[in-house]
């Protein structure tokens, strides 16, 4: 009898470890959340496989921006200079730009693109113009983020623009739910 229990009691405690150690292994991420946390930092970096692993060269951040607005998408930064075009123009021929919310990938841009360029994207642009009216802005150019480039409705409309709207619904909630808690989103 006393055989019968030891073995009884080695199997409830393999049993045991087994489930502690089983709960352990199926810990999940950390969800994606839509709230905005005070230790959380916006940021925006180049994606690509060279950096990946690497330090990340940040482009700006959310003490760059002075405010967002909604309707239009255009970001306005406190600092129109010269030195964070340079920093994007340097990113102009790199795969993507990472949108960082904290450790999560908020959205990935495609491209950043100008005025002049002649590319077609289907996706998330970050773009510069220096064409329209400057007369309020004394000559200040815009960053917009777009959903595609050219803004044509043949683009816009596209199946495939329109899956990455879709797609981006969540990530577009949470960038403008942090930038409002930060009381940098204009509507």
């Known amino acids: 009898m006393k055989q019968l229990t030891l073995w009884r009691n080695i199997f409830v405690m393999a049993a045991a470890i087994s489930i502690a150690s089983c709960s352990n292994d199926s810990e999940q991420e950390k969800p994606f959340t839509t709230d905005p946390v005070e230790q959380t930092k916006f940021f925006v970096c180049e994606a690509s496989a060279e950096t990946r692993g690497a330090t990340i060269d940040t482009l700006f951040t959310e003490d760059?921006?002075?405010?967002f607005n909604v309707s239009t998408r255009e970001i306005r930064f406190?600092?129109?200079d010269e030195?964070?075009?340079n920093k994007l123009m340097a990113n102009y021929d790199k795969?993507?730009?990472e949108f960082?919310?904290?450790e999560n990938v908020l959205f990935e841009v495609?491209?950043?693109v100008s005025d002049f360029d002649s590319r077609v994207f289907f996706d998330l642009v970050l773009y510069y113009s220096t064409i329209g009216d400057f007369s309020q802005?004394?000559?200040i150019p815009h960053y917009y983020l777009l959903d595609c480039y050219p803004q044509l409705s043949s683009f816009i409309n596209d199946e495939r623009t329109q899956a990455n709207v879709k797609k981006n619904a969540l990530q577009w909630e949470a960038f403008t739910k942090y930038l409002e808690g930060k009381g940098k989103l204009k509507k």
């Open 83 to 85: 030195q964070l075009l």
């Open 78 to 80: 406190k600092k129109q």
């Open 137 to 139: 802005d004394s000559g």
């Open 95 to 97: 795969e993507k730009l």
């Open 110 to 112: 495609s491209r950043f």
């Open 100 to 102: 960082h919310l904290g």
């Open 64 to 67: 760059d921006i002075e405010w």
